[in-house]
């Protein structure tokens, strides 16, 4: 039980890192739908549902 609990904790870090990064990412180069399209997939897995909808959402209208 402990050993999964802290496995949950090095995969929710890892999503945090990732986010960041990605958060980075997506002020540099607003225009690139891959990494908004990135960025949803990372809040979909942190449960941050609403913000992965609307990062989702601006990669598919930059795809238009």
Request: net charge positive; hydrophobic share 40%; aromatic share 6%.
């Amino acid at each position: 039980q402990a050993e999964r609990r802290r496995g949950i904790g090095r995969a929710e870090q890892r999503f945090s890192d990732a986010a960041a990064a990605l958060q980075k990412a997506v002020k540099q180069g607003p225009a690139n739908s891959l990494y908004w399209l990135n960025l949803a997939s990372v809040r979909r897995r942190q449960r941050l549902i609403d913000d992965a909808l609307a990062c989702a959402q601006r990669a598919f209208e930059l795809r238009s």
